[in-house]
Nanobody
């Protein structure tokens, strides 16, 4: 199994910044990618940003130029630096990882429990 420990959520004012962190642990053989998704009240979960093991990144159009995802492969940790925050960024942010584990010798997605980000206008 893979455990994802998120930290860094909280409250910020519009125009402000927050940084999220997520550390993966467990019997991991390989992390194909890690990333962040978010779900606002009444809306479906959506992709925010992902980063592959080779550090190739992908962003939702709504966050391009404002959010930056990065990854420390040695620590199995992914970061999301969020700047120029908007009220519409308010959501629960979920860390996700696609991992190959020793226990199952198969690849699947794992999810964190989520961390609340609230942006006041």
């Amino acid at each position: 199994q893979v455990q994802l420990a998120e930290s860094g959520g909280g409250m910020a004012q519009a125009g402000g910044s927050l940084k999220l962190s997520c550390a993966a642990s467990g019997n991991i053989l390989r992390l194909n990618f890690m990333g962040w998704y978010r779900q606002a009240p009444g809306k479906e979960r959506e992709l925010v940003a992902t980063v592959t093991r080779e550090r190739s990144t992908n962003y939702a159009d709504s966050v391009k130029g404002r959010f930056t995802i990065s990854k420390d492969n040695a620590k199995n940790t992914v970061y999301l630096q969020m700047s120029s925050l908007k009220a519409e960024d308010t959501a629960v942010y979920y860390c996700a990882a696609e991992a190959l584990t020793l226990a199952t010798l198969s690849t699947r997605m794992y999810w964190g429990q989520g961390t609340q980000v609230t942006v006041s206008s």
